[in-house]
C-alpha cells in the first residue's frame, strides 16, 4: 500500500473510535436529559393541581418516602427478594425454553400441534395464572415461580422459532456437505446463525418474566412468602399511600431499564457489530 494511501487511512481510525464514543455518551446523556424534563414536567403538574399532595404527590413528596423505606430496609429487602426470584426463575425459564424450542424446529409434527398453543400462551395475561397457581401451590414460592415461568418460557421459545426459522436453507446444506452431524450443526451452525431472533426472545422472555413476578408478588401476599416489590405496593394500596405506590412503581421501572441498559442492548449491539450491522440512526464504526 502506498504512502499517501496510508495516510489517508490512518485518520479514519481516530475518526471512527470517536464517532463510537459520540454514540455511546449520547446514550447516556439523552435518557438522563429525558428523565429531568420528564421528573420537571410532573413537579409543575403537581404545583398546579387543585387536588392535595396525597392525591396527587410530586417528585418531592414521593422521594421523601425514599428515606422512611431505606431505614427500615424494606425496600432493599423487597428489592433483593424480588431480583433474585426473577433471575433464577429467568434462568430457569431459558434452561427449559431453550430444549424445547430445538425440539419443535427438529419435528414439524409436534411443532404444528403445539405451536399455536405456545403462541396463545404468549398473549394470555400472566395474571391470569395466579388464582389456578393459589389454589395449587398456596401462597407459596412454587406460585411465584409458576407465574413467571409460564410467562416467559413462551416467548423464548418464539424468539429462537423465529431466529430457527430465519436461517438460509444453504446453512443446512452446506452442514451437510462438510460433514457435521446433527449435534454439531444445531451447536455450530444453528444456535449462532439463529442469535438474532433468540436474543430478541430472550429479551422479551425477560420483560414478561418481569411483568408476571409483579403481577404475582401483587396477589400471592403472606402465608411463607417473603416481601417483595409487588407486595410492597400491595402495602401501599392497603394503607392509600399514593407517593409509596408512586416510589415503588418508579422502583420497577428503574429495575427494568437498568437490565434493559446493562444486559440486552450491549449484547444486542455486539451481535449487530459481529455482523457487520448496525441499528438504525447508529453510525458505521
Same mark, same amino acid.
Given at each position: 500500500m502506498s504512502a499517501p494511501t496510508q495516510a489517508r487511512i490512518r485518520p479514519a481510525v481516530p475518526a471512527a473510535l470517536a464517532l463510537r464514543r459520540r454514540g455511546r455518551a449520547d446514550a447516556v446523556i439523552a435518557p438522563i436529559i429525558t428523565l429531568i424534563v420528564l421528573v420537571s414536567l410532573w413537579q409543575i403538574a403537581a404545583w398546579a393541581s387543585p387536588l392535595r399532595e396525597d392525591l396527587f404527590p410530586g417528585p418531592a413528596a414521593v422521594a421523601a418516602k425514599l428515606p422512611e423505606l431505606l431505614a427500615d430496609g424494606s425496600l432493599l429487602s423487597?428489592?433483593?427478594?424480588?431480583?433474585?426470584?426473577a433471575l433464577s426463575g429467568f434462568a430457569i425459564a431459558v434452561l427449559i425454553a431453550t430444549p424445547a424450542a430445538l425440539l419443535l424446529a427438529h419435528l414439524p409434527l409436534l411443532r404444528k400441534g403445539l405451536g399455536p398453543l405456545v403462541s396463545?400462551?404468549?398473549?394470555?395475561?400472566? *395474571? =391470569?395464572?395466579?388464582?389456578?397457581?393459589?389454589i395449587l401451590f398456596g401462597l407459596s414460592d412454587a406460585t411465584i415461580y409458576t407465574v413467571l415461568l409460564l410467562g416467559a418460557i413462551p416467548s423464548i421459545i418464539n424468539g429462537l422459532l423465529s431466529g430457527i426459522d430465519m436461517i438460509p436453507a444453504q446453512y443446512s446444506a452446506l452442514s451437510r456437505v462438510l460433514g457435521a452431524g446433527k449435534r454439531q450443526h444445531i451447536l455450530s451452525v444453528q444456535l449462532p446463525a439463529a442469535l438474532p431472533g433468540y436474543v430478541a426472545g430472550l429479551r422479551q422472555g425477560w420483560a414478561f418474566a418481569w411483568r408476571s413476578l409483579?403481577?404475582?408478588?401483587? *396477589? =400471592?401476599v403472606g402465608g411463607s412468602l417473603a416481601l417483595g416489590v409487588g407486595s410492597l405496593l400491595q402495602r401501599g394500596r392497603d394503607l392509600a399511600d399514593l407517593p409509596l405506590v408512586m416510589l415503588v412503581i418508579l422502583v420497577i421501572l428503574l429495575v427494568g431499564v437498568l437490565i434493559?441498559?446493562?444486559?440486552?442492548?450491549?449484547?444486542?449491539r455486539k451481535l449487530l457489530r459481529d455482523r457487520g450491522m448496525t441499528r438504525t440512526g447508529e453510525n458505521h464504526a
Open positions: 423487597a428489592v433483593g427478594t424480588s431480583l433474585f426470584r396463545a400462551m404468549q398473549v394470555l395475561p400472566s *395474571i =391470569a395464572w395466579v388464582p389456578a397457581a393459589i409483579m403481577a404475582a408478588e401483587l *396477589i =400471592a434493559e441498559l446493562l444486559c440486552f442492548a450491549p449484547l444486542e
